[in-house]
């Protein structure tokens, strides 16, 4: 399970527990394999919150199994912590959110989830800095969305800075030497942002991910990888 910008949210309820896929900020309600979870749904009657969240956690497993994401947990307190009494997918719990969904919009959620989901992936911004001059100063640093789609393609090591507000709608076409940035996205694909593609990709090759302030990286082209050898011991 790959800690990215494209995850699972699970909000836990007692009335009604909802699945989303989410990309960064977008929530994407799922509505399928017995999602919405309701007290009473598809003829089961649950007695305890304990057996809700034991049927939650087996309809989520359709999902963990065919694709696994991280996970971020919205709800009470309490119901997270029954939850994690019965759930058999505690490593893909990422981050929490400890608060009921009610009376807030999909849209408003996603703000709140996404700077969990951040928060969980990013590292600290001071060190990036510092890690970045050192970069600079030695040559080795790879700036710019394109390089950086280069190197992380080859599995480079190291720190991925990007600001939190670069996003550019297109695909990686991964097969291509060197690979590109596509402006061509597959309607078929939810996520059309290169730039999370990027950091997905960069992830799963064992970077570390620092989210930066807008504006901070203007010099390099908003994006910025910072290989692992010639960083700050």
Known sequence: MIRGTH????SLSTESTVLYEAFRDVLIRI???GFPV???TAGVVHDTPRELMRTVDERFDAYDSNQP???ILVGSEKLQSTFD????????VM??????RSGISDADLGQIVWLTARESISQVRDRAIRDLEVCADRGRLVPGLQAVVAAAA???????????????RGSLVIAAQPPV???DVDIRDVNDDAVDAVIDKALQGGCNVVFMHDGALADQGRIALLPEEVQEP
């Open 85 to 92: 009494v019965v759930t058999a997918h505690a490593p893909a």
């Open 154 to 168: 080859t599995g480079t090591p190291g720190t991925l800075l990007v600001e939190e507000g670069f996003r550019v």
């Open 95 to 100: 981050g929490r959110v400890t608060r009921d």
């Open 38 to 40: 309701t007290g009473f």
């Open 31 to 33: 509505e399928d394999q």
């Open 7 to 10: 995850n699972y949210v699970l």
């Open 181 to 183: 940035v596509s402006g």
């Open 69 to 71: 994401l991280g996970l």
